[in-house]
């Protein structure tokens, strides 16, 4: 899928987009790679307004569709109540109506899939939402949508659902048509440099705003492939498989140039954004964006030197405290991490008040029992009383931003940390925690 992407398996037509929902990275282009600094090692992982707009272009229905962050009011249409008791320290933000991506918010109202597979938040939450009938001529599409918790022992991780699909068909992943033509139509707004820059939209100041494709366009991309969507099983090893007898430790990360990403850009006469960071840097020109880019945060330590944001109140990522979440060591402390003020709307959401009825229906096979997914560090301390008061403790006693640097001050090498590395050689995580 890359960034983001389209696929069909047995008529299944899946999209996804990677990273995390950041508003102040939305604008930038894909300009980082190995070696990381400290400013790129946090915003390789976010994700651009170009990835959203190609998706907003798509016109043809959407079977399932995946991302880290959950949509923001998406929790409205659930088990409000039990997911509050589960993550207590949801609360302010889903109150608020500031928890969740914005961004994925107009995806969804936008793509209305049948599905809507989400992380991030590491707990079990399912919910059911109906969109509105564009036409009167239209029946309204619904959504369910469904978060699992992390894997762990006594945690809810896990849950089949059966999902319409073309038996007959083989199993090979394919390419979807529409979104090959999607990326071939927006091929000339790939950016590969940290500028800021805006997507084209109709006011006025862009000639052209619509990219969304036409029946002709997606008939000459099957004309291309010869009506083969197949994905070619082109694998290639591009780096060395882990040897647990010889361990090698800190080593260097190196930019790699994916022959598989090469040939496909190649076929659809795509840009290779790998490639062209490659040349780049080659030519010097990225590692003096770096070194300008790091003396203008050290002289405005305050904020960032980037346009603000349409999406400007997504906090999604770091805002809510959850003992859970997988975090990056040392991150550096320059970002606001506090709640955005928003008029509290704790029963309708109002990001979706026009767009969407208020049905929170949810299905059978998606529903969550009022003894789902439950921490059994919860419930411990549930039976013995104290739940509440270990929780303000916690909660208390947890800095609201992540700072850098050890005990003394000084900042070592940054490392991913990931709360359950040790989770097999462990009984169980939570009641050591």
Known sequence: LGYAGVVRFRGVRIGGISGIFKSHDYRQGHFECPPYNQQTIRSAYHVRNIEVFKLKQLKRPIDIFMSHDWPRSIYHYGNKKQLLKMKSFFRQEVESNTLGSPAASELLQHLKPTYW????????FAAFMQHQASSKEELPKATKFLAL?????????????????????????????????VLKATNSLVNVTQSSWNMPENNGLHAKWDYSVTEEAIKEVLEELNHNLKIPCNFTLTAACYDPSKPQKRLEPVHTINPQTTEFCA???????????????????????YEEEEEEEEMDSTGSAEEPSEYNTDTSGLSSINPDEIMLDEEGGDEDLSTCSVDPSPDHPSDFSASFSDIRIMPDSMAVSSDDAMDSTNEELEKSGVNKQVEEKSLNERPLKRLGGDENGSSGIKKIKRRNQAIYAAEDEDKTE
């Open 267 to 289: 076929q659809f006469g795509l840009t290779d954004i790998n490639d062209r960071i490659q040349q780049a840097k080659e030519e010097g020109s990225v590692r003096g964006e």
């Open 149 to 181: 918790d992390k894997c762990l022992p006594h945690r809810d991780f896990l849950q089949i659902i059966d999902v319409e699909h073309d038996a007959s068909a083989g199993d090979s992943l394919e390419y979807d048509a529409e979104w090959i033509a």
């Open 117 to 124: 597979f989400s992380a991030h938040l590491h707990v079990k």
